[in-house]
């Protein structure tokens, strides 16, 4: 199976500065066809994960362009260009090139300073 | 709009068996695979099974192989979870999510609210 670690696992921002998010994998994302299928999921207090990042960089409908994802191979970040209010929760990394299983990192929360 | 809605949550002893509803609303049901993700109190998530948008291919993890049945009726809309055998460990919040179009990179593109899963004697 494909391990996830993300780093920190504790994140305090203070509101308007930037967060960076690192998840690294166990084995490389890139699957047979040459695609890399990571995601990245916030989870707001008492809500239900939502998709905000797919195949490392594609933003979801509806997500804000202050939030972006990069990376390759088995190094990935999640970076929130100016951090607001409304961000605080946990994030998470999953790759679903090798499945099953899908795998998640162990979250990062987020939590303003 | 699009909508997943999980039911069938409560607190039942270990041994016992209980079955969780994820219905459907705003997409087309049967053009979709399917996933069940649980994440147990103040942890992580944690992916529990999948299927295809026909029913033909089910995956599970290894933690709930053999005890827990993933399936579905597209004539209903609906997407089901069978557990068997519950353990202490199982208990979660359970959620249905919908498996994304090759366009949007597959994954876990929508999300239900969840059903929490309270295993104890």
């Known amino acids: 199976d494909v391990v996830m670690t993300q780093s920190p696992l504790s994140l305090p921002v203070t509101l308007g500065q930037p967060a960076s998010i690192s998840c690294r994998s166990s084995?490389?994302?890139?699957?047979?066809?040459?695609?890399?299928?990571l995601n990245w999921f916030q989870q707001r207090p008492g809500q239900s994960p939502r998709r905000l990042i797919y195949?490392?960089?594609n933003r979801d409908s509806g997500v804000p362009e202050r939030f972006s994802g990069s990376g390759s191979g088995t190094d990935f970040t999640l970076k929130i260009s100016g951090v607001e209010a409304e961000d605080v929760g946990v994030y998470y990394c999953m790759q679903n090139s090798h499945w099953p299983p899908y795998t998640f990192g162990q979250g990062t929360r987020l939590e303003i300073k | 709009q699009v909508q997943l809605v999980e039911s069938g949550g409560g607190v039942v002893q270990p041994g016992r068996s209980l079955r969780l509803s994820c219905e459907a609303s705003?997409?087309?049901?049967?053009?979709?695979?399917m996933h069940w993700v649980r994440q147990a109190p103040g942890k992580g998530l944690e992916w529990v099974a999948i299927?295809?948008?026909?029913?033909?291919?089910?995956y599970y993890a290894d933690s709930v192989k053999g005890r827990f049945t993933i399936s579905r009726d597209n004539s209903r809309n609906t997407l089901y979870l069978q557990m068997e055998s519950l353990r202490a460990d199982d208990t979660a919040v359970y959620y249905c999510?919908?498996?994304?179009?090759?366009?949007?990179?597959?994954?876990?593109?929508?999300w239900g609210q969840g059903t929490t899963v309270t295993v104890a004697s």
């Open positions: 195949k490392v960089s």
């Open positions: 299927i295809w948008s026909h029913g033909n291919n089910k």
């Open positions: 705003g997409f087309t049901f049967s053009t979709y695979g």
């Open positions: 084995q490389s994302l890139v699957d047979s066809e040459g695609n890399t299928y």
């Open positions: 999510a919908r498996e994304g179009s090759s366009s949007s990179g597959y994954g876990m593109d929508v």
